[in-house]
């Protein structure tokens, strides 16, 4: 078995747009790389399928100055100066 890092390399998001509003970026789980460069996916939650019928996943990185326990349930936007 390989080893995984502790730290995230990614977090998963659900983007869920709606209407007049911003998007509201949804905490899924997320991605941590093992030693081989291959990646483990833990979500704590599933994304529903979008007006399209497709269920997405957006991989971002962490960011530095936002703790994953002060992120939650936070909107964001598309504005990349905004964006985990």
């Known amino acids: 078995m390989s080893k995984q890092s502790h730290e995230p390399a990614y977090r998963a998001f659900s983007v869920i747009e709606r209407e007049g509003r911003d998007a ?16 483990n996916v833990i979500l704590q939650a599933l994304p529903l399928p979008g007006p399209d019928g497709i269920c997405k996943i957006v991989l971002r990185k962490p960011r530095d100055d936002q703790p994953e326990d002060q992120s939650r349930d936070r909107e964001r936007t598309g504005n990349t100066s905004r964006r985990r």
């Open 24 to 39: 509201f970026w949804q905490p899924l789980g997320a991605a941590f790389e093992n030693s081989d460069g291959s990646y």
